[in-house]
């Protein structure tokens, strides 16, 4: 494994791993910042400030805790497949912060009212 095909893998494994996640998502989340902004244009700012964090963060966190490419040759096996699992774990790493950071703020816009009704329901069908 050549050092040119080593970043580019430690680049667009999280970048796409993002991008999958934020397509995963982005029903959904367009839906309950529509919502939760009440126009268009809103929710489509927030979804998209959304998108940029779940691709930026995979690859931060890859970026960041990268070996220097110096202390070891990619032409060994034992480097080439530390830099497979750092690359992988740092990428779940990286959405799972992500995922986690949206899902936080947007539960603080939820108005708790909205929260109670559906709680009752389920108490009462458990019964």
């Known amino acids: 494994m050549n050092l040119a095909f080593a970043f580019s893998f430690q680049l667009l494994v999280p970048i796409l791993v993002g991008l999958f996640v934020m397509r995963y998502l982005r029903t959904v989340l367009w839906r309950m910042l529509t919502d939760l902004c009440g126009t268009f244009e809103r929710a489509e700012f927030w979804v998209r400030v959304s998108a940029v964090l779940m691709a930026a963060a995979p690859l931060l966190f890859v970026l960041a805790t990268s070996a220097n490419p110096l202390a070891c040759s990619t ?21 799972l ?31």
């Open 75 to 95: 032409s060994e096996l034992v480097c080439v497949i530390g830099l497979l699992r750092r690359t992988c774990i740092y990428t779940l790493v990286g959405v």
């Open 97 to 127: 912060a992500a995922v986690g950071t949206v899902a936080t703020i947007v539960r603080r816009y939820i108005p708790q009212e909205a929260n109670e009704p559906r709680a009752a329901s389920i108490v009462e069908r458990s019964v």
